[in-house]
Nanobody, 123 residues
């Protein structure tokens, strides 16, 4: 499975961005997620979504501001980020898991990773 993330950029605080992650390959993907890594910090969980879109999880820091969704016809997951804050500045990584069940709020729960896209929020 290959994951291609896009949509990062520079935005002012309070603004919005939408990230996309397109998946390709023959392996069945059950869960997709987004993580982020700020300079000097560890990579952290942001959000995840199951294949049907019926189950989503969010980190407390983004609840109410970020929304994850997926379009299975396009094999694409989206991350709509609203009310962005400077502390949201990070490289955002999409990830995919071929396991229906697992630690999908942790890095070890994913088998495949995209290359990352930089989001910079200015104050």
């Amino acid at each position: 499975v290959q994951l291609q993330a896009s949509g990062g950029g520079l935005v002012q605080a309070g603004g919005s961005l939408r990230l996309s992650c397109a998946a390709s390959g023959r392996t069945s993907i059950y869960v997709m997620g987004w993580f982020r890594q700020a300079p000097g910090k560890e990579r952290e969980f942001v959000t995840s979504i199951n294949w049907s879109g019926s189950i989503t999880y969010y980190a407390d820091s983004v609840k109410g501001r970020f929304t994850i969704s997926r379009d299975n016809a396009k094999n694409t997951v989206y991350l709509q980020m609203n009310s962005l804050k400077p502390e949201d500045t990070a490289v955002y990584y999409c990830a995919a898991s071929s396991n229906r069940y697992g630690a999908h709020r942790q890095i070890r729960g994913y088998d495949y990773w995209g290359q990352g896209t930089l989001v910079t929020v200015s104050s």
